[in-house]
């Protein structure tokens, strides 16, 4: 069982918003920066969203990350077809020194 | 171009040792805090542990299911980061990523394509 939980599944149409959340402690999401990964089949993860709410260069701006006491969330406006895919978010966990990733969203795109 | 080149994964029996490399190019890895993260097939990724930059003490840290039995170190002169494994168990059995935790003010920014363990009998 992950320290850091994520909903196992999401969808959404084209177009619509869609969010994933992810719910941690105070040792972690409630005391560090949250970090939002993608990963497409056979690929390694590729940073989404880093330090709670920042983008990479590159990454669409429909894409944004929030954070809130020990729970973040990432939002996905105007869902595209290529946006589905698993996204897992992580977190530092001063507790056990350690990078801690959620268990994974797998989106699906109706 | 930023490039990681993992190697050195394979099949190996439970008990045994493998050392994992990462080469890096394109940039000035000795400036990087290091991370191997390492995912088993269907689930979710897994850090493996990091080590620090020189200027910031070199120093490194574990995952609990791997402190005591894996080693991380880096070559700067190579520009190659190493995962040394020893006493693998079936449960290590994943592919084995490297990763740029901290790089000049980018988090996970870079990650090789990664190198398939398997410990099997």
């Known amino acids: 069982q992950s320290v850091v939980t994520q909903p196992p599944s999401a969808s959404g149409t084209p177009g619509q918003r869609v969010t994933i959340s992810c719910s941690g402690s105070s040792s972690n999401i409630g005391s560090n920066y949250v970090y939002w990964f993608q990963q497409l089949p056979g690929t390694a993860p590729k940073v989404f969203i880093y330090r709670n709410n920042q983008r990479p260069s590159g990454v669409p701006d429909r894409f944004s990350g929030s954070k809130s006491g020990t729970s973040a969330s990432l939002a996905i406006t105007g869902l595209r077809s290529e946006d589905e895919a698993d996204y897992y978010c992580?977190?530092?966990?001063?507790?056990?020194?350690?990078?801690?990733f959620g268990g994974g969203t797998k989106l699906t795109v109706l | 171009e930023v490039q990681l080149v993992e190697s050195g994964g394979g099949l190996v029996e439970p008990g045994g040792s493998l050392r994992l490399s990462c080469v890096a190019s394109g940039f000035t890895s000795s400036n990087a805090w290091m991370s191997w993260v390492r995912q088993a097939p269907g689930t979710g990724p897994e850090w493996v542990g990091r080590?620090?930059?020189?200027?910031?003490?070199?120093?490194?840290e574990y995952a609990a299911p791997v402190k005591g039995r894996f080693t991380i170190s880096r070559d700067d002169s190579k520009n190659t980061l190493y995962l040394q494994m020893n006493s693998l168990k079936t449960e290590d059995t994943a592919t084995y990523y490297c990763t740029t935790e901290q790089w000049v003010q980018l988090w996970f920014r870079y990650w090789g394509q990664g190198t398939l363990v398997t410990v099997s009998s």
């Open positions: 080590i620090k930059s020189k200027t910031d003490g070199g120093t490194t």
């Open positions: 992580a977190a530092w966990d001063d507790s056990l020194s350690g990078w801690m």
